[in-house]
């Protein structure tokens, strides 16, 4: 199916659209798939939606436990170094 060919469906009496299979095939959407629906000037848009709800770093700040004092930008830097050291040496 070229991306061009102009694909039809009906919507149901209870609201509900069925995707051509080849779009769904295509954009790999099985059953249970969510979608976030958009209503733009051009028509309605289909895309896949996020796995997580976008947050921001003071959505999250203070989640989890922490011990001791916090460490400096200059401890975090060392240690993602060590690590990233640590890593490459298995390799």
């Given at each position: 199916m070229s991306a061009s060919e102009k694909l039809t469906t009906t919507v149901s009496t209870?609201?509900?659209?069925?995707?051509?299979?080849?779009?769904?095939?295509?954009?790999?959407?099985?059953?249970?798939?969510?979608?976030?629906?958009?209503?733009?000037?051009?028509?309605?848009?289909?895309?896949?939606?996020?796995?997580?709800a976008a947050t921001q770093p003071n959505d999250v700040f203070g989640s989890l436990p922490s011990r001791g004092a916090p460490k400096t930008l200059e401890e975090m830097d060392a240690g993602v170094l060590a690590e990233a050291r640590r890593r490459h040496a298995r390799d």
């Open positions: 209870k609201g509900q659209v069925i995707l051509p299979s080849a779009i769904r095939k295509r954009r790999e959407w099985g059953a249970g798939t969510r979608l976030e629906v958009e209503e733009t000037p051009e028509g309605v848009l289909l895309r896949l939606a996020p796995a997580f």
